[in-house]
């Protein structure tokens, strides 16, 4: 009688570079799904070791302990440095209504009266103010700011 192999430890001795490949492949493709660079990490440690089990003849257990070593020391300076460089540069005007209104040129929709009145903004009416004299009908306004639903506007200069 032929004795019983385990398939877990069959599966892990036959560990050579096309399987990291294609573990790593499969784990970028995660990351593209998710887009948190945690599973980033791994990815790439899997794919040195796809080329390194290529190169040189490592047993699996020192596959697994590079691989955990290179995935956890890649995750940490990936999520010391990396992270928070995608997280600065500019605001994004995406959920802000109001920086993303800043400067566009507006139509006023009604005529003010007492610095209050109505501009279109696109095929929607807003309600306005302004500093400057009155606008009528038909000017042409710049969005300077946005307090609460009330767009701050001032006659556009003409070019």
Known sequence: MEPETNI??????SMNATRWGLIGIGLVGLELITGTT???WPAVAALFLSVLVFLLPLSWEVQFVLFFIL???LLILGHMFLRPMMKSGEPSD???PSRAMQ???VVAF???????GRVTVGDTQWKA???AADPKVGETLVITSMVGTTLIVEPAVKA
């Not at 877990?8 to 001795?13: D, K, S, T, Y």
């Not at 009604?110 to 209050?116: D, P, V």
């Open 94 to 96: 995406l959920n802000d």
């Open 38 to 40: 945690y599973i980033l």
């Open 103 to 105: 400067g566009r040129r």
């Open 71 to 73: 995935s956890t020391g």
């Open 110 to 116: 009604s005529n003010f009266e007492n610095g209050h």
């Open 8 to 13: 877990i430890l069959a599966f892990l001795e």
């Open 129 to 131: 103010s302004t500093e």
